[in-house]
C-alpha cells in the first residue's frame, strides 16, 4: 500500500518511493538522506502532528509536516 510519510501512524514503517517536492524542498530532503528505497520508521508525532520524528538509516530525524506530504512510502508494516 502506498502514501505519503504524513500519514503515518506512529510505528509504522515503510520504504521511500519517490520524492514530490521541487527546489530547495527536493534538495533538503535529498540531503538528509531521505531517498528512494530508503527505509523510514515514524518515532514521534508533535501533538498537533508538526514535526514528525522518523528513524531514517540508523539515526533520528526531524521532519516539518510539509516536508513529509513530499516523501510518497510503500508501507511494509503497521
Known amino acids: 500500500m502506498e502514501k505519503k510519510l504524513d500519514r503515518f501512524a506512529v510505528g509504522e514503517r515503510g520504504r521511500v518511493l519517490r520524492i ?3 527546489g530547495k524542498v527536493r534538495r533538503r530532503l535529498f540531503d538528509m538522506g ?3 528505497g ?3 520508521v515514524l518515532r514521534k508525532l508533535a501533538p498537533l502532528g508538526d514535526p514528525v520524528e522518523v528513524t531514517i538509516r ?3 530525524l526531524t521532519l516539518r509536516k510539509s516536508e513529509a506530504e513530499c516523501v ?3 508501507v511494509t508494516n503497521a
Do not use: S
Request: aromatic residues 6%; without cysteine.
Open 72 to 74: 510518497l512510502m510503500e
Open 58 to 60: 540508523g539515526y533520528e
Open 38 to 40: 530508503a527505509e523510514i
Open 20 to 22: 514530490d517536492g521541487e
Open 34 to 36: 531521505v531517498t528512494p
